[in-house]
């Protein structure tokens, strides 16, 4: 069983920052493909950024490039996702999701994600 955490969710103004963690705990062992989701309201969950356990490739959406780094802590257990530049279109949930294995060119493909963490609610405005 694994164990997702998100956390550093909250309310900036347009142009601000943020730094979301999450602390994956459990039977998390080996390679693993970590991500990071958001919901936007009246939208489909779409992937935002992805990583590799071993740190070897990052990916990101179009829609971040330049203005959001996903990165991994020195335990390995906790990737976070550094957000520059945030705009109001930025507003949503954000999920942190992982699974076991290489991310690849599926990294952004939700049904790809076995383990999700609850969420943390991110309001630019």
């Known amino acids: 069983h694994v164990q997702l955490v998100e956390s550093g969710g909250g309310s900036v103004q347009v142009g601000g920052s943020l730094r979301l963690s999450c602390v994956a705990s459990g039977d998390i062992i080996g390679r693993y493909c970590m991500g990071w989701f958001r919901q936007i309201p009246d939208r489909e969950r779409e992937g935002v950024a992805g990583?590799?356990?071993?740190?070897?490739?990052?990916y990101y959406a179009d829609s971040v490039k330049g203005r959001f780094t996903v990165s991994q802590g020195n335990l390995g257990n906790t990737i976070y996702l550094s957000m520059h530049s945030l705009k109001p279109e930025d507003t949503g949930v954000y999920y942190c999701?992982?699974?076991?294995?290489?991310?690849?060119?599926?990294?952004?493909?939700?049904?790809?994600?076995?383990?999700w963490g609850q969420g943390t609610q991110v309001t630019v405005s």
């Open positions: 999701a992982a699974d076991p294995g290489y991310c690849g060119g599926g990294w952004y493909r939700e049904s790809n994600y076995r383990h």
């Open positions: 990583i590799e356990s071993d740190e070897s490739t990052t």
